[in-house]
């Protein structure tokens, strides 16, 4: 199977963006410390944007990936951060080889 990889762009709203940025430290440290599969998952920040972060990962699979987002970290995260954003994007990628 083929890495996948993903960039998820999030937008925070203005009056969340402190507590939801001390969010995104968690789910990035308890990524890296529970998750298999987990090859890359940075955090980075807007310098344009404030409010906005970006994660870049890459997993060894679909599946990693998938469980990824079963796991108990994530699920806090994603349920801590209802209404708080103004928006998320996410993409799923593939290496294309040329």
Same mark, same amino acid.
């Given at each position: 199977?083929?890495?996948?990889?993903?960039?998820?762009?999030?937008?925070?709203?203005?009056?969340?963006?402190?507590?939801?940025?001390n969010?995104?430290?968690?789910? *990035?440290?308890?990524?890296?410390? *529970?998750?298999?599969?987990?090859?890359?998952?940075?955090?980075?920040k807007?310098?344009?944007?404030?409010?906005?972060?970006?994660?870049?990962?890459?997993?060894?699979?679909?599946?990693?990936?998938?469980?990824?987002?079963?796991?108990?970290?994530?699920?806090?995260?994603?349920?801590?951060v209802?209404?708080?954003?103004?928006?998320?994007?996410?993409?799923?990628?593939?290496?294309?080889?040329?």
């Amino acid at each position: 199977m083929k890495n996948i990889v993903i960039v998820a762009n999030v937008k925070v709203k203005d009056e969340f963006k402190d507590e939801v940025y001390n969010e995104l430290l968690k789910l *990035h440290k308890a990524t890296h410390k *529970h998750d298999e599969g987990c090859i890359q998952y940075d955090l980075h920040k807007n310098l344009e944007d404030e409010n906005s972060f970006t994660f870049v990962e890459t997993w060894q699979n679909a599946k990693l990936l998938d469980e990824h987002m079963k796991k108990e970290h994530f699920l806090k995260f994603a349920q801590f951060v209802d209404g708080k954003l103004e928006s998320m994007d996410i993409q799923k990628l593939e290496k294309v080889e040329a």
